[in-house]
C-alpha cells in the first residue's frame, strides 16, 4: 500500500507540473495571439510529440518528457544587416547568431512580414514575455490563498512538545542516529534537568508574560548562561522552575521566530514547541507569501555557493542539507513520500498543494532573471531597445531600429550550458541522496 501511495504521490505531481508548464505557455499564446503575432506551435514537454492536433494556424501537442514547453513564434529575431537570414561565416560564435536567426524566420509565409515578434513595439513584447511567467506567479498566488486562508500553517506554540534528553549542536545533529541521538559525554539539557515536560505551556519568562513563540524563543537566545525563573501551565496548575539556560550552536532564526539557514551560538534550553494548524487571514496569507518570496530570491542568488555541498552530496558520500537545491526529480519523490506518510488525507493534499505552488513561485522567480534563453533575457533586449529608441528620439538621433537580440545568442548558449550543468548535478543528487522529509 505504501508503494502504491508513493507512486501516487509522484504522479499527482507530476500531473501538477504539467499543468503549471501549460498555464505558463498559455500566458505566452494568449498575448502573443492578442497582438496578432503568429504562433506555428503550442507544445507542452520536450522530445517525441505523443500527440498532436492542429487548430488554426497552430499545431498544438504533448511531448513524451514532461520538463517543460515552449511556443514557437515567428520573426524573434530581426533579419542581419544585410536584410538576409541564411547567411554563414567560418566563425563559430558568428554561426550561433545566424542559425538562431534562420530558426526564427523558417516557417515564414507570405503575409507574414507584419506578424513576426520583433516587429511589434517593446512595450507589447515584454507583456508577450513576461506573460508566462506571470501565469506561474497568478497561480502560486492562488493555491497558497486556498491552503493559508482555507486551511492554514503549521504554527509554533509555546507549549512543549517533547523535552530533549541532551545538549546537541545544530552542526551535529544530522550525523547523530534520529532514534538515539545522545551519547555519554553530552550534558543533559537545561530543560530536562529543571524539570520541564511535554504539555507544559509558558506563562511568564523572568516575571515578563509570555505573549507567543517568537517572544519566547527570543528570550532564551537572549540570555545564555543565566539562571531562569520561569511559570508553566501544567495540568491546570502553575508550576515555578529555574532553569539554568546554557550556551549551544542552534539554527539562526528570524523576527517571527522561525528557522532559517545558518547557525549562530546563542542560549539553549533543550524542548522542541508543540505546533498547530492555524488559518491565516488575506493580510498575512500575503504577507508570509512575500517573506516566501524574498527566501526564494535569497535561494537564488546562493545558488552558486551551494554547488559544492551538492557535488558532495552527489558524489563524495556527504549528508544531504535539508535546505539544498532541489529539482523535479527531487520535488517529485518528496510528493510521493508525503502521499506514504501516515497522516490525515487533508494534510497530504495540502502538503502537496503547497509544493507545486512552491514549484510556480520558483518558476517565477528563475524565468525573470534578465538572461537568455531566459523570458526575462528576452524583457531585458526589449527595454534596452525601448531606452535606445526613446534616447535617440530625445537627441533627435536616427532610430537605431530593433535591438538584435540573436546577437547575445552565444552568451546563451554559455548561460544555457551552466544550467544544464547545474540541473543534471541536483539530478544525481536527487537520485543518490535526496533531500528526505525527516531532514
Not at 537564488?300 to 523535479?328: E, H, Q, T, Y
Not at 525573470?368 to 531606452?387: K, Q, S, V, Y
Request: aromatic share 10%; net charge positive.
Amino acid at each position: 500500500m505504501t508503494a502504491l501511495m508513493t507512486v501516487l504521490g509522484i504522479v499527482v505531481f507530476a500531473i501538477g507540473l504539467m499543468i503549471s508548464i501549460a498555464w505558463h505557455e498559455f500566458g505566452h499564446l494568449s498575448t502573443a495571439k492578442l497582438f496578432k503575432i503568429r504562433v506555428p506551435q503550442y507544445m507542452v514537454g520536450f522530445g517525441p510529440t505523443v500527440f498532436s492536433r492542429q487548430k488554426g494556424e497552430t499545431e498544438y501537442g504533448l511531448k513524451a518528457v514532461p520538463l517543460g514547453g515552449y511556443i514557437r513564434m515567428i520573426g524573434m529575431f530581426p533579419p542581419g544587416e544585410d536584410g538576409r537570414v541564411t547567411a554563414r561565416s567560418t566563425s563559430p560564435w558568428r554561426s550561433m547568431i545566424e542559425d538562431a536567426r534562420s530558426a526564427a524566420y523558417e516557417e515564414l509565409k507570405p503575409g507574414d512580414e507584419t506578424r513576426m515578434f520583433y516587429t511589434r513595439a517593446p512595450w507589447k513584447r515584454v507583456i508577450v514575455m513576461f506573460a508566462g511567467p506571470f501565469m506561474n506567479l497568478i497561480l502560486a498566488v492562488a493555491l497558497f490563498l486556498g491552503v493559508f486562508m482555507g486551511f492554514g500553517i503549521s504554527m509554533r506554540t509555546t507549549v512543549i512538545g517533547s523535552v530533549s534528553d541532551c545538549v546537541i549542536s545544530q552542526s551535529d545533529t544530522s550525523q547523530r542516529n534520529p532514534d538515539n541521538p545522545c551519547r555519554s559525554t553530552d550534558p543533559v539539557a537545561p530543560a530536562k534537568q529543571a524539570g520541564f515536560k511535554a504539555g507544559d505551556k509558558f506563562l511568564e519568562f523572568n516575571g515578563r508574560p509570555v505573549k507567543d513563540w517568537a517572544q519566547l524563543s527570543n528570550d532564551i537566545r537572549d540570555n545564555p548562561g543565566t539562571k531562569a525563573t520561569v511559570v508553566v501551565e501544567r495540568k491546570g496548575q502553575r508550576v515555578t522552575l529555574h532553569p539554568t539556560i546554557t550556551t549551544n550552536t542552534v539554527a539562526k532564526t528570524d523576527s517571527n521566530g522561525d528557522y532559517v539557514t545558518g547557525t549562530v551560538k546563542a542560549g539553549f534550553l533543550g524542548f522542541a514547541p508543540a505546533t498547530h494548524v492555524q488559518p491565516l487571514g488575506f493580510t498575512d496569507s500575503f504577507q508570509h507569501m512575500g517573506d516566501m518570496a524574498r527566501q526564494g530570491v535569497d535561494s537564488l542568488v546562493s545558488l552558486p555557493k551551494r554547488i559544492p555541498d551538492l557535488w558532495n552530496s552527489a558524489f563524495n558520500g556527504a549528508p544531504r542539507k535539508a535546505d539544498s537545491p532541489m529539482g523535479v526529480v527531487g520535488a517529485a519523490r518528496v510528493g510521493g513520500e508525503v502521499f506514504a506518510l501516515k497522516a490525515p488525507a487533508i494534510d497530504r493534499v495540502m502538503f502537496m498543494v503547497t509544493l507545486v505552488a512552491g514549484f510556480n513561485l520558483s518558476l517565477f522567480l528563475f524565468n525573470m532573471l534578465p538572461l537568455l534563453p531566459l523570458d526575462g533575457g528576452h524583457i531585458a533586449g526589449a527595454l534596452w531597445e525601448a531606452l535606445r529608441r526613446h534616447t535617440a528620439r530625445a537627441f533627435r538621433r536616427p532610430d537605431p531600429g530593433p535591438f538584435d537580440v540573436a546577437k547575445l545568442m552565444p552568451v546563451a548558449y554559455v548561460v544555457a550550458g551552466i544550467f544544464v550543468s547545474f540541473t543534471l548535478l541536483v539530478l544525481i543528487a536527487d537520485v543518490v541522496n535526496p533531500v528526505k522529509l525527516n531532514s
